[in-house]
């Protein structure tokens, strides 16, 4: 259970008063989001390096392999270079005199202590420690071999609470400044739904008669693309509906995209309390020489009888492209559908 994993941050009395640990001012924290600082003995990273990029290191193709985040092992004696980053994990274990280890050892209560020598805790997250906009996690095991199965059965449950911070912490920064008002409101003057907006987007193409309406940046290129329609008699949703109706809708509005199935999987998630499929994949276009990842949500919305499909891709040739898929999954995560817009669309053109 995760409330056998996670040690409460009101009953584990962190210490962070000892001199070593002090930070005299609370700046914004620093470093890239997908980047992760770790601080382990030195004798011990080694071993945990596998277990923890199997969590957080992920590959995923878009289409050449990208790890999902880098970790970035520090020494402990560079810890005041390295405090205010934005994300950082300690690991120590209980068996260790070693500098990492007996300083989180320092920070625990006895009644901590016994808790991860009889398996009851094991990580500790703590937000804005030494930065504004900061996650820090501890993880805490009686030795390394327990460090490494811990974070094998465990993982997933501090993956999961790192992935929530990361998207709040991304969407915080997305729209802090020049958040697009005047776009937003005509979305939902025009359209079912309604949806947050970066600045620097556009609506680059849009149908009344087709029932979407493509939303763009440029440098790199960004993409989101909102189809709707009503929902046919004794439909079912499934993957290979979803995959069919987004080559339709990208031979028409992307000039003749299509999924590359062996690179693509299906995902059946909740998507804000509606059931979704989730495709998350590669494209490509032959006649134009080009391709990228992609992600897509579709889901039935049975308030209003309608299926809706939010899909986004990124083209961003010699960059790393997860950044930006993932800065589209924050603005998708703002949908939500309405009965009717305001008014009716005009059809553009591109």
């Keep these: 259970m995760k409330q056998a994993a996670v040690i409460s941050i009101l ?8 001199v070593s640990w002090n930070c005299s001012s609370m700046g914004d924290s620093i470093g890239g989001s997908d980047e992760i600082i770790v601080f382990a003995d030195s004798l011990d990273w080694p071993q945990y390096k ?12 878009t289409p050449i392999m990208e790890r999902e985040f880098f970790l970035h ?3 402990f004696r560079r810890f005041d270079q390295y405090k205010k980053y934005k994300n950082i994990f300690f690991l120590g274990v209980l068996d260790s005199k070693d500098p990492v280890s007996v300083n989180v050892q320092n920070l625990l209560n006895p009644e901590i202590i016994a808790g991860v020598e009889t398996g009851k805790y094991f990580y500790i997250p703590k937000k804005d420690v030494w930065a504004m906009n900061q996650y820090v996690v501890f993880f ?14 465990l993982g997933d449950l501090v993956y999961k609470d790192f992935k929530t911070y990361y998207y709040q912490r991304l969407k915080k920064e997305m729209f802090a400044n020049m958040e697009q008002k005047d776009l937003e409101k005509y979305i939902a003057d025009h359209f079912p739904f309604t949806m947050r907006v970066q600045h620097d987007y556009f609506i680059a193409n849009e149908s009344s008669t087709d029932n979407f309406v493509w939303i763009r940046r440029l440098n790199p290129d960004r993409s989101i693309l909102v189809h709707w329609q ?11 509906w979803v995959i069919s109706e987004r080559n339709r809708m990208a031979k028409e509005v992307f000039s003749g995209d299509v999924i ?3 690179e693509t999987h299906a995902y059946s998630v909740d998507f804000k309390g509606w059931q979704a499929v989730r495709l998350e994949g ?18 039935i919305d049975r308030d209003y009888n ?4 939010l899909d986004y891709y990124v083209q961003a040739i010699g960059k790393r492209k997860i950044p930006f898929l993932n800065q589209l999954d924050v603005i998708i995560h703002t949908f939500e559908p309405q009965k009717q817009p305001a008014m009716k669309p005009q059809v553009k053109s591109e």
């Design 260 to 262: 590359v199935e062996d």
């Design 50 to 61: 596998d277990a923890l990029n199997e969590v957080f290191g992920k590959y995923i193709q």
């Design 230 to 240: 009503p929902v046919p008699e004794n439909f079912q949703l499934t993957p290979r």
């Design 73 to 75: 092992w520090v020494p």
């Design 140 to 153: 805490v095991a009686k030795n390394p071999d327990d460090m490494i199965q811990k974070t094998i059965d």
């Design 282 to 299: 590669t494209w490509k276009n032959d006649s134009l020489m080009i391709g990228g990842p992609f992600r897509d949500i579709t889901f």
């Design 11 to 18: 009953i584990t009395l962190l210490m962070f008063s000892a």
């Design 306 to 309: 309608r299926i809706y499909m």
